[in-house]
Nanobody, 122 residues
Framework: QVQLVESGGGLVQAGGSLRLSCAAS????????MGWFRQAPGKEREFLAA????????YYTDSVKGRFTISRDNAKNTGYLQMNNLGPEDTAVYYC???????????????WGQGTQVTVSS
């Protein structure tokens, strides 16, 4: 049983940056990974990025490549999503998730955070 607590969302102007944090309780294991998702009003939940907890391999969806960076601090059981060059289209509720790697980058996400709102003004 792992609980994920997100923070770092808020209001930012277009072109600005935010760093989201996801603190995980309990132990993490060698096959675990953390992912970030977002959901805008009226749209499906969208995968953004993922990172393995052991080696730190990363995977990004095309829409965020070059703008978003995923990272983790194993000692703190915390993952991060650095978001740069934000635009109004990035406005959404952002979620972190954790689970077991099946076949990278395919992950079974069993644990989900509560979500944090990111609003980008034009």
């Amino acid at each position: 049983q792992v609980q994920l607590v997100e923070s770092g969302g808020g209001l930012v102007q277009a072109g600005g940056s935010l760093r989201l944090s996801c603190a995980a309780s309990g132990r993490t294991f060698s096959r675990h990974a953390m992912g970030w998702f977002r959901q805008a009003p009226g749209k499906e939940r969208e995968f953004l990025a993922a990172i393995t907890w052991s080696i730190g391999s990363t995977y990004y969806t095309d829409s965020v490549k070059g703008r978003f960076t995923i990272s983790r601090d194993n000692a703190k059981n915390t993952g991060y999503l650095q978001m740069n060059n934000l635009g109004p289209e990035d406005t959404a509720v952002y979620y972190c998730a954790g689970g077991i790697v099946r076949s990278w980058p395919d992950v079974r996400y069993d644990y989900w955070g509560q979500g944090t709102q990111v609003t980008v003004s034009s």
